[in-house]
């Protein structure tokens, strides 16, 4: 339809804009590359400004603790198993807002499922892979490639990139853009039953900035006290000449990376042990991409990984992904379904998001860790003798402010979206 948004991608952040317009009235539909949707990936993190706009959509903790938990805390911890940072996190520290640790896969399908609902069977297409796009002054064309072989396409009057770090729509639009960014990191993930660490809920980043697991629970434990923990194993290597893997998600083998943990043991957690007793492995390179100097060329705009991949670092991509389609439909409110409600979106989020991707590229708040590294090799008796409090906090506390979750800003913030509000309304 010639007035519909259309959005290509299914994943969080196209369901989550579908889902925002229909709240505002705006007709929308998703076009999703994948013949089917289901259930991939495993932990992240849902930041409280994120949790704020998904409150607002009504996904409140009754869907969120279906496929998540509040986190409790937020810790650091150098080699010899001695805190660097830790501090309370969502409702126990002060947010309006839980902070949620959530199942990718779950979390995805409940969007899923949330659009079906509203919007009907009809709002998602799957097996309609974006290939490009053609804008005049009334409307844009949206060219898609079906998964039987045939060439379709879809008018609209808007239309969104939400289609990932390898977006078709960006492309288009910044046929210049450099390659996919690698650093040298690589990471193996996994999942595993077991006994949540500390608060029973906490978020624990373990080692240097060259070798470290990151590890907490993505479930409520159980009747035994047991939960789904989700890990990650990270290792810097050298990465002169880029990526030469041939695939950027394959299986792995515990064994493949072990090794390189075998040191992290200690009375609280045995790193190699906790790796043993998970079942299968993903390994893949951490990547992003170099920041582009605009989201919007006229009728189209990008959003989610497709307008800002970014390290996961500080466990924004997801929720960036949220606000990004908060803030679209805030500026169509504002301006109205057209290229100026694109502009405005442009103009607020462009700048500072793409800061905080090259932020994220430097370790993000996991920087405290190279900090350490550099000072002690991550081993200490007093860490206020290696990096004293105030440090530590305005170090933290300048990163929250960047990535949009900075306590008394975001709790003193109005709704993006005001209740009840509608596109064309009086």
Known sequence: MAGEVLIAGGGIAGLSLALTLHQIGVQARVYEAASEIRPLGVGINLQPNAVRELFDLGLGAEVLDRVGLP??????????????HAEPRGIEAGYRWPQYAVHRGAFHMALHQAVRDRLGEGAVVTGARAQGYAQDADGVTLHLSR?????????????????????????????DQGPIHWGGALMWRGTVRARPLRTGSSFVGLGTGRQRMVIYPISHPDAEGRALINWIAEVTVDSTGGWSGERWFEPAEIGDFVHHFEAFRYPWLDVPALLAASGAAWMNPMIDRDPVPAWVEGRVALMGDAAHAMYPTGSNGASQAIVDARVIGAKMLAHGVGPGALSAYDAELCGPVSELVLRNRNAGPFGLLDIVDDRCAGVFDDIDTVIPPEERAAFIAGYKAAAGFAIDRLNAAPPTIPPGARVGAA
């Open 71 to 84: 986190a409790r805390e937020w810790a650091l911890v150098g080699l010899n198993g001695n805190d660097i």
């Open 147 to 175: 998964a039987d072989g045939r060439h379709s396409e879809a008018r609209g009057a808007l239309l969104i990139g939400a289609d990932g770090i390898h977006s078709a729509i960006r492309a288009q639009m910044h046929p």
